[in-house]
């Protein structure tokens, strides 16, 4: 594995940590986003990662001053990619956008660039062509903050070339991740295949009015011994999340639960801007949630 520098496309929700990430260990990171005042947004996201990375990984300010050094960022695609080992996508989880994106970047991106891509539910195999590159290419799932939560899947595609797939998954060590390598792809990897049916059912509960929101973490909670119920996973998974995917999902099979979902989520969450953690409210408000009181399950 011969990576110095690594293009991080997409400074949303994961894109930032994963080049802040990137950074702190080391290597050179671009980020690039598609105009200068989203990049701007995730400077400011930057000045608070120095924070949590000195509170949860007792990271030095010199660490820190390093990892500020190995970062610069750009609205320009070609100039973004032009060094790069490696590249990260991180835009939407849409696949229209991921494939404009993709038909992009392979226009400007050098021979020698691998590119990944972050995406959570959709599998490489459905973007392999449109990235020029398909032997070159696989996908590389992290989870939310990812500086305590370091997982990181490596998942290729039918013609991914072993060497690329060995090469990411040393990456993904060096970046201080626990690589978990997938034999074949599978649609949402190991940790999505666990927890969308999770998160799938408690929002069918409460969409369903079974029960209300804080019942069913508690129940989830108390039951099996979870420090979080689903809503509060929700919440930093983001909730625009899912309800992109369960918009995508109404596309396909235009199910009547899913429908209701959709309709639900856009209502109460999506169109008033609480979409999670990351707005300071969600299911939850934050920075205190209400399953982190002491008599919460009292």
């Known amino acids: 594995m011969n990576y110095k520098n690594v293009t991080v496309a997409g400074s949303g929700v994961l894109g930032y940590q994963i080049a802040f990430q990137t950074a ?15 990049l701007e947004k995730a400077k400011a996201k930057f000045d608070t990662m120095c924070d949590v990375f000195k509170r949860d990984l007792n990271a030095t ?3 820190l001053d390093v990892t500020r050094q190995n970062l610069s960022y750009t ?10 080992d490696l590249l990260i996508e991180a835009v939407p989880e849409n696949p229209k956008i991921k494939i404009e994106f993709y038909h992009k970047l392979a226009k400007v991106a050098p021979k020698k660039t691998v590119f990944v891509t ?4 959709l599998l490489p195999s459905q973007f392999a062509e449109a990235t020029g590159r398909p032997t070159q290419f696989l996908a590389l799932h992290f989870a939310n903050n990812i500086w305590v939560h370091n997982t990181a899947e490596i998942m290729g595609h039918a013609t991914t070339d072993p060497e690329n797939f060995k090469d990411v998954v040393a990456f993904a060590k060096a970046i201080g991740m626990l690589a978990l390598p997938l034999h074949k792809e599978q649609p949402g990897y190991i940790l999505n295949s666990l927890l969308v049916p999770l998160l799938t059912a408690a929002t069918n509960l409460l969409v369903n009015e079974v ?4 019942t069913i973490d508690k129940t989830w909670i108390k039951a099996t011994g979870a420090p979080v119920g689903p809503f509060g996973i929700l919440d ?4 625009t999340t899912a309800y992109n995917i369960n918009k995508i999902a109404v596309e396909k099979t235009n199910d009547p639960l899913k429908i209701k979902t959709v309709k639900y989520l856009k209502e109460h969450f999506i169109d008033k801007n609480k979409l999670g953690v990351a707005t300071g409210e969600g299911f939850y408000k934050y920075p205190n949630p209400a399953f982190m009181e002491p008599d919460f399950l009292k």
């Open 24 to 38: 702190f260990h080391g290597f050179n990171v671009t980020v690039y986003d598609i105009n200068d005042a989203v």
């Open 75 to 84: 609205s320009d695609l070609a100039e973004a990619v032009k060094a790069a």
């Open 118 to 121: 972050n995406s959570s539910t």
């Open 61 to 63: 300010q010199e660490q």
């Open 211 to 214: 029960a209300d929101v804080q």
């Open 236 to 239: 930093v998974v983001g909730i």
